[in-house]
Nanobody
């Protein structure tokens, strides 16, 4: 499966952004998928994941209550709605597929940069 993230940009603290990830390949619908971010000078950090059928979602404590992950299998797409953004959310956000826990995924898209100004 191939993945392409989009929707990043510059936003003020307290603002919102919606990231999208377009997938190609017939196996997307069978995978748990999610988002991982990497801030400058820091290690990759798990953000959120969603089961193949959207029945369960998982979030890092740092984004719980502010971010929402969703997917549309008919469109081979997934999304990350980010609200109440903070400067510490600044990072490159990667969409990924075939989740095996934490920040472990088998397939990765290119990242999209989110910058939150204070």
């Amino acid at each position: 499966v191939q993945l392409q993230a989009s929707g990043g940009g510059l936003v003020q603290a307290g603002g919102s952004l919606r990231l999208s990830c377009a997938a190609s390949g017939h196996t997307f619908n069978s995978y748990a998928v999610g988002w991982v971010r990497q801030a400058p000078g820091k290690e990759r950090e798990f953000v959120a994941a969603i089961w193949y059928n959207s029945e369960r979602t998982f979030y890092a404590d740092s984004v719980k209550g502010r971010f929402a992950i969703s997917r549309d299998n008919a469109k081979n797409a997934m999304y990350l709605e980010m609200n109440s953004l903070k400067p510490e959310d600044t990072a490159v956000y990667y969409c990924a597929a075939e989740w095996s826990g934490g920040e472990r995924f088998s397939y990765w898209g290119q990242g999209t940069l989110v910058t939150v100004s204070s």
